[in-house]
Each structure stands twice: as C-alpha cells, then as structure tokens.
C-alpha cells in the first residue's frame, strides 16, 4: 500500500486559489479602466469605483467557501460581516469621516488658501521650484491628503506657468513629489490610518521610522530642484492670514505628542470653523453642511473598507493569505536567506508595491495587503511601525509613478499636460524608492 504526500508547493498553489476573489477585483478595476483609456475617457481608473468592482468579488468568496469548505452561504455571509466590524476596520472608518470633515471646513474656513498662499510669498523668485515642493510638502502632510494638495495648489501653478516661463512639466514634478511627502508622512493621511492600524502601531511611532527615510529624501528632492530652477517673477495675490495655519500646526502637535486621533482630528474641526467664524462670518449652519459633506467625501473609501475586511476574513478562513505569505516569505528568503528580518522588510515592500500597481490607490493596496504584511513582519521580527512604515511608503512610492493615478491625472488635466509627463517627473518618489530601501538594507545588517 504507497502513501502519497502533498508538496509544500502544491499546497500552497491549492491554498492560493482563494485569492482568486481579489484577483477578480483587481481585474475588473485595472481592466475597466485600461479599456476607458483606450476610448479616451478622462480619469478613467476612477469611473468604476473600488467599492462596487469589489462586490464581484466578494460573491466569489463565498462560492468558494462554499464549494471549497462545505459551510452554508449563511456561515460565509457571517464570516464577512464579522471581517467588516473588526475593531481596527471600525475604527479606521471613522478617522476617515473625521479626516473627510476637517478638510472641508479647512478649505471652506480659508485655511488650505492660507497655508498656499503665506508659503508662497516666503520664497525669492530664485526659489520658486524648491518654493512648490516645500509648500506642497507642508501643505499635505497638514491636510493628510495627497489629492486635497494638488486640487488647492494645481491652479496657483497654473498662474504661474502661464504667467512666467516656467516649464510646466516640472512644476507638476514638484507638486507631486511634494504631495506624496506629505501623503506617506502625515500622522492624519488615510495612508497612514491604514498601515497603522493593520499593523497595530502607533502613530508617532510609525512616523519616526517613517521620518528617517522621508526626510533625506526631501533633502536631495530640494537640491535638485534647486539646481534646475530659474528665476521667475511672480505676484501672491491674497489676503491671507497667519492664523490660518493654526489649525494644520495644532494638529500636527497634538498628533506627535500621541493625543488620541479622535480627539486631535475633531479639535481640528472645532478650531477651523471657530477661527472661520471669528474673521470671515463662516455659519454654523454652514459648518455642519461642511462636516457632512466631508464624510459623503469619505463614502468611497469607507464602503471600500468594509468590504476589504470582510472579503479579508473570507479569503483568510479559506487558506489564502497563509499561502500568499508563504509563498512571499520563499521568495524574499531567496533574496536575503540569512537575515530573516531583511527578507520580511523586502516581502512587504514588494506586497505593497505590486498591489498599488494594479489598485492604483495606496489607500487600498494597504487595505488589501495588511494582514499578510502583520504575518510577514511577526515572522521576521520587524517592529510594527516599521512594518506599517514600508507598507506606506512604497504604496505611495508606485502611488506617485502611475501616469493612471489620480494625483498625476489631476495634475496633468489642470495644467494641460500629459499625466505620463506628470509621472515622469515625479522626482521624490524614485529618490524615496532607493534612499528606503538602502536605509533598510542597512538597517537590518
């Protein structure tokens, strides 16, 4: 009588098959929008929304629940529901409603203007390229929102091109880079939120270990753009003031001094509509119109989320996340066989990179890829911020280099360029890819 064993490698291409579902989301995000691309829609990665391409998916699962592990549709529909209330998905969902509110009123309030504005008029005109990124930088790691930057910057850059002769290719490098400083960095930024509360670390935490790689990397950033800029004549036309960077400078401290997030982001809010009540007549009636629509603003990302932890819990109960860790964890070994904790740090940085190319939105490869970046980083012994650190930072890295990303789109569709040319000349992004990676390597010598 012969036996017959299984291989480890068979097990995990069995165990793989219950990722078919996210293969299915990816497929129906990345192809929809590949297709619209090629009819010439505008945005086309964003007319499908993720939070309806995932829902295919989720069906999916629970096929193969069903089929694969015998449990009844009810006791799948019950593993998602309880995937979609796991405390850290609950609790990201309401920073995003937080975060989505004092946007809002921050714009509506004068403050975004004033922080543009003010940061602007500190520069020389022999300064203006080093001028955009530095205000740019400040500006989204304030907000928490690399899109929110560039839709308040892109048409005071727009001025400027058209009234200097500064090339609007690298005006829109600078404003991208800038933005995803600040969108990898802030302590509020849903990036941030995210690879935080998958990985269980807190927030000031990830932004110390964040804070080694950002800044040498802003560094080099600013030399180059000090290097290829010219000098441009130009004009601030605004009233703004000073008081309007309150809101953004309480936050920030607040934040690294580890007041709880809730408190910090809703202190936030109060602090925008008073100061907006106090010199321009901003309504409370007004204020509460606001609050609610940055949470309608949020409604993307929050469905999204939802949907991800219970398409989690669906895709982990099925063996699936077990053999994609695996199957990274044999793959990163081949790279780095005798450190561990090395091999764990290239597994998570690869995860996230690859799955930001397909979402297209860093916010969801996170989302998508946490739970197997915690297993990687328990396995190698990294700390969890730094665990939650490479998950941001090289989501945002691909963020920043996809011509079909909604940072370069909107930069290319208000200054009339290329979103390929925006991409192009995303500066900090390549330079945070080597400086990260380097700083990791040595890191874990």
């Not at 391409?53 to 069906?59: Q, V």
């Not at 936050?251 to 007041?259: H, N, R």
């Not at 290329?418 to 380097?438: D, K, N, R, W």
Request: aromatic share 8%; charged share 10%; hydrophobic share 55%.
């Amino acid at each position: 009588m012969s036996l017959t064993t299984q291989s480890p490698e068979s097990t995990i291409s069995g165990s793989l098959l219950a990722l078919l579902p996210f293969a299915v989301f990816l497929c129906l995000f990345l192809g929809t929008g590949i297709v619209l691309t090629l009819q010439g829609v505008d945005f086309a990665f964003y007319q499908l929304p993720a939070s309806i391409a995932i829902i295919p998916a989720i069906f999916v699962a629970i096929y193969l629940g069903k089929r694969v592990s015998k449990s009844t549709i009810e006791e799948q529909v019950s593993q998602f529901i309880k995937g979609a209330g796991h405390s850290n998905i609950i609790t990201m969902c309401v920073i995003y409603l937080l975060a989505g509110a004092f946007a809002v009123v921050a714009k509506a309030t004068g403050s975004v203007d004033a922080s543009v504005q003010l940061g602007l008029a500190v520069f020389p005109d022999y300064l203006l390229l080093p001028g955009l990124f530095i205000v740019a930088a400040f500006l989204s790691t304030a907000m928490g929102t690399s899109m929110g930057t560039i839709a308040a910057i892109a048409p005071v850059a727009l001025g400027l091109i058209e009234s200097t002769q500064l090339d609007g290719a690298v005006v829109a490098g600078c404003l991208i880079s800038g933005a995803i400083f600040g969108d990898n960095l802030s302590i509020i930024s849903d990036t941030t939120i995210a690879s935080t509360r998958s990985q269980g670390a807190h927030m000031k935490d990830k932004f110390r270990v964040n804070f080694k790689f950002a800044v040498p990397a802003a560094i080099i950033c600013l030399i180059i753009f000090i290097i290829i800029g010219e000098s441009a004549p130009y004009q601030v036309d605004s009233e703004a003031a000073l008081v309007g960077l309150l809101p953004y400078v309480v936050i920030l401290v607040l934040a690294l001094l580890g007041v709880n997030v809730f408190v910090v982001l809703t202190l936030g809010i109060i602090l925008a509509a008073g100061i907006g009540m106090l010199s321009n007549g901003y309504q409370v009636t007004v204020w509460i119109n606001d609050i609610n629509k940055g949470f309608a603003n949020m409604q993307d990302i929050f469905i999204l989320s939802l949907f991800i932890g219970g398409l989690s819990e669906l895709v982990k109960n099925q063996g699936g996340l077990a053999a994609l860790t695996k199957s990274i964890e044999q793959r990163s070994q081949k790279i780095s066989p005798n450190n561990k904790k090395r091999a764990a740090g290239i597994g998570i940085a690869g995860l996230a990179f690859i799955c930001n190319f397909f979402t297209a939105n860093n916010t969801v490869s996170i989302i998508v890829t946490g739970e197997t970046a915690k297993k990687l980083s328990q396995d190698g012994d990294l700390t969890p911020a730094q665990s939650a650190s490479l998950l941001d930072i090289f989501a945002c890295i691909n963020q920043g280099l996809l011509p079909y990303g909604a940072q370069a789109l909107l930069l290319g569709a208000t200054l009339n360029i290329s979103p390929l040319t925006v991409a192009m000349h995303a500066i900090y992004p390549i330079i945070l890819f080597f400086i990260a990676g380097f700083a990791f390597w040595r890191m874990t010598k």
